[in-house]
């Protein structure tokens, strides 16, 4: 079984900066991608950005210049760096990770979430 973490998460000014951090744990044979989704009250959940062992990323539009995220594939975390923050993305955010098990199963972990708050 494999277990995500995150911390990071807390009260920020707009404009401010957050970097959540995730980290997977327990019984890991390989992990692909690593990821972020968020959710807003009210609102369905919503990817962030992604990223491969291969180092491959994919942002949402809302984010495209302002937030970056970065893995450590030896390590197994992944982080997302957030600047010029917007009260807008004041939202629960969720580590994600697809795992692949020795037989080659894959399946869709999640972490418990962090609350990101921006005020304005």
């Known amino acids: 079984q494999v277990q995500l973490v995150e911390s990071g998460g807390g009260l920020v000014q707009a404009g401010g900066s957050l970097t959540l951090s995730c980290a997977a744990s327990?019984?890991?044979?390989?992990?692909?991608?690593m990821g972020w989704y968020r959710q807003a009250p009210g609102k369905q959940r919503e990817l962030v950005a992604s990223?491969?062992?291969?180092?491959?990323?994919n942002y949402a539009d809302f984010v495209k210049g302002r937030f970056a995220i970065s893995r450590d594939n030896a390590k197994n975390t992944v982080d997302l760096q957030m600047n010029s923050l917007k009260p807008e993305d004041t939202a629960v955010y969720y580590c994600?990770?697809?795992?692949?098990?020795?037989?080659?199963?894959?399946?869709?972990?999640w972490g418990q979430g962090t609350q990101v708050t921006v005020s304005s």
């Open positions: 990223i491969t062992t291969a180092g491959k990323t």
């Open positions: 994600n990770a697809g795992s692949f098990d020795p037989s080659g199963r894959w399946s869709l972990i």
């Open positions: 327990g019984t890991i044979f390989n992990i692909n991608p």
